[in-house]
T-cell receptor, first 116, second 113 residues
Framework: DGGITQSPKYLFRKEGQNVTLSCEQN?????MYWYRQDPGQGLRLIYY???????QKGDIAEGYSVSREKKESFPLTVTSAQKNPTAFYLC???????????????FGAGTRLSVL | GENVEQHPSTLSVQEGDSAVIKCTYS??????FPWYKQELGKRPQLIID?????GEKKDQRIAVTLNKTAKHFSLHITETQPEDSAVYFC????????????FGQGTRLTINP
């Protein structure tokens, strides 16, 4: 364990509130990802970033926003536009496709978000 | 886009028996297929992966087979043990490590002592 740290472990959101989930990695990985996990639906990609100051939408980006100002950090904001935010959120990182190594994705321990 | 279907959603086997989980994918351009194991309350961890230029890969009690023509791949666990109990996810992507992994729905495997 270690290498990718997500915080907080549990988070509660009130109606109309934006909340930000933290993801930090000390693996010197170029690529970072955010997934949403719902029961019976596997993991779905929200956003991903291949390099600092660049990111792309995944399959379910609506209602979410991200930033990648530092290599180590990829925070996810769940906005009030996301009407069903209750889920388990997983952050992952990988070395990146431009590096000469197997580009395996390693996951953090997750943040469980609930709506009050 | 890519779609990955995984079956069964739950699987219960006796300790020592074998378990097989199957996945199908839709995009013939996909060429990298990892399997992740997620124990209760823990993060997903890669247990084995296979590229499209290989038909089978084995690591101790775990093996993965790939049929590119039929667009399906399977995870085989032999001599199952209680610590194999977990949720298993298959995934597919168009490049190794995948900037865009598409996951199956998951299989909850229970090993009965």
């Amino acid at each position: 364990d270690g290498g990718i740290t997500q915080s907080p472990k549990y988070l509660f959101r009130k109606e109309g509130q934006n909340v930000t989930l933290s993801c930090e990695q000390n693996l010197n990985h170029d690529a970072m990802y955010w997934y949403r996990q719902d029961p019976g639906q596997g993991l779905r990609l929200i956003y991903y970033s291949q390099i600092v100051n660049d990111f792309q939408k995944g399959d379910i980006a609506e209602g979410y926003s991200v930033s990648r100002e530092k290599k180590e950090s990829f925070p996810l904001t769940v906005t009030s536009a996301q009407k069903n935010p209750t889920a388990f959120y997983l952050c992952a990182s990988s070395i990146g496709l431009t590096r000469r190594a197997k580009n395996i994705q390693y996951f953090g321990a997750g943040t469980r978000l609930s709506v009050l | 886009g890519e779609n990955v279907e995984q079956h069964p959603s739950t699987l219960s086997v006796q300790e020592g028996d074998s378990a097989v989980i199957k996945c199908t994918y839709s995009d013939s351009a996909s060429n990298y297929f990892p399997w992740y194991k997620q124990e209760l309350g823990k993060r997903p961890q890669l247990i084995i992966d296979i590229r499209s230029n290989v038909g089978e890969k084995k690591d101790q009690r775990i093996a993965v087979t790939l049929n590119k023509t039929a667009k399906h791949f399977s995870l085989h666990i032999t001599e199952t043990q209680p610590e194999d109990s977990a949720v298993y996810f298959c995934a597919a992507s168009k490049s190794e490590g995948a900037q865009k992994l598409v996951f199956g729905q998951g299989t909850r495997l229970t090993i009965n002592p």
